[in-house]
């Protein structure tokens, strides 16, 4: 849906460019940033150009650090 609008857009405007940068609460847990980073690299694959960051959205002092992340995020890579 996102290339279509995209390609869409370069129709009227040939130099339009979009990337995203996705975000999600890692406070939801180890299982949900797994999942997300899972859909993300599967994201990359298909639309490698287009997808261009991940963002663990909350506040480190109240939340586990990225660091306890680790595991899921190098297995995204």
Same mark, same amino acid.
């Given at each position: 849906?996102?290339?279509?609008?995209?390609?869409?857009?370069?129709?009227?405007?040939?130099h339009f460019e979009m990337t995203l940068i996705l975000t999600s609460y890692k406070?939801?847990?180890?299982?949900?940033?797994?999942?997300?980073?899972?859909? #993300?690299?599967?994201?990359?694959?298909?639309?490698?150009?287009?997808?261009?960051?991940?963002?663990?959205?909350?506040?480190?002092?109240?939340?586990?650090?990225? =660091?306890?992340?680790?595991? =899921?995020?190098?297995?995204? #890579?």
């Amino acid at each position: 849906m996102i290339q279509g609008i995209i390609d869409e857009a370069k129709t009227r405007c040939p130099h339009f460019e979009m990337t995203l940068i996705l975000t999600s609460y890692k406070m939801v847990g180890q299982a949900h940033v797994t999942k997300i980073l899972n859909h #993300i690299k599967l994201g990359k694959e298909h639309y490698p150009d287009l997808v261009v960051g991940y963002d663990m959205v909350n506040e480190e002092e109240y939340t586990p650090l990225i =660091s306890e992340y680790m595991p =899921s995020i190098l297995g995204a #890579i």
